[in-house]
């Protein structure tokens, strides 16, 4: 399987060069997806039928920076444990990441998630792509579950961060670390594979979140989303809950690609 080559924090290599974004289509799917008919508003194929796009054949798609199919959770992935697990496990497409937090009654972090590290001066916009299956419960405010983290990191400072994270509505795009922190509801169906499209660009005035489901665009946030010099970021996938009481959070996840 191929791995993208580790760094002091994550981030692209190289900036992605004519990112192209969902689109205003109602079922518009990220870049790297095709439209099954293009037709404008409504894309007559997959979407419409309720037919998720997860688990097909993969293969990690020329021009991509990093593809991972978690046949093995190994180097450069780095694990992190906090009264969860994280481990492979038969399903989607061959082996899947499986990571799994039981209920917890009181406030601090729990964490089962695997982070990628990687430098990259002067990256500022990417588009992920994976297939998705979670289960949980309602979280109550303040609680939070998080399943999808993009730290950005500058001069060895948080200056950023997106992703998806669940809330009292429900799983949120959000922005974080920046002076006007925002989300948007972005539901997505429970146990069941769902191919997750995520676009985001780190600015400090100018940023951007989108996120589709299964083709389909969900959430769109627009604003800041960098307080700081970005040189290097962090990818954060699988389950972290903290806040309060909060509901078990299970994650898999397969067919990651990093564009």
């Known amino acids: 399987m191929p791995h993208g080559v580790v760094g002091t924090v994550v981030a692209l290599a190289t900036a992605i060069v ?75 497409t061959g082996k ?13 972090p729990r964490t089962a998630r695997v982070i990628l590290n990687r430098q ?22 303040p609680s939070f579950g998080t399943i999808l983290g993009l730290s950005a990191h500058g001069n060895g400072n948080v200056t950023g961060f997106v992703g998806l994270s669940f809330g009292e509505n429900g799983l949120n795009a959000v922005i974080r670390s920046v002076p006007q922190e925002r989300s948007a509801v972005a539901p997505i169906p429970l146990r069941t594979w769902v191919h997750v499209g995520f676009h985001a660009k780190f600015d400090a005035t100018n940023g951007l979140v989108e ?24 990818l954060e996938l699988g389950a972290l809950t903290d806040g309060g009481p909060t509901p078990a959070l299970t994650v898999k996840i397969d067919n990651l690609v990093l564009r």
Do not use: M, Y
Not at 97 to 105: G, I, R
Not at 212 to 222: E, M, R
Not at 227 to 233: A, D, H, I, V, Y
């Open 18 to 92: 004519g990112c192209t974004p969902f689109g205003t289509d109602d079922a518009s799917p990220p870049a790297s997806l095709p439209d099954d008919a293009g037709v404008p508003n409504d894309d007559g194929g997959a979407t419409d039928a309720g037919t998720s796009l997860a688990c097909g054949p993969f293969v990690c798609p020329n021009g991509a920076l990093f593809c991972e199919t978690f046949d093995t959770i190994a180097s450069p992935w780095f694990t992190q444990l906090t009264h969860g697990t994280v481990r492979e496990v038969e399903d989607c």
């Open 120 to 141: 990259s001066p002067g990256q500022t916009e990417f588009v992920l792509e994976f297939d998705a299956w979670i289960d949980t419960g309602d979280f109550e405010s």
């Open 211 to 234: 996120v589709a489901f299964d083709g389909k665009t969900v959430a769109v946030l627009f604003g800041p989303t960098l307080s700081g010099p970005l040189n290097g970021l962090s």
């Open 96 to 108: 899947a990441l499986l990571a799994q937090l039981p209920a917890a009654s009181g406030a601090g």
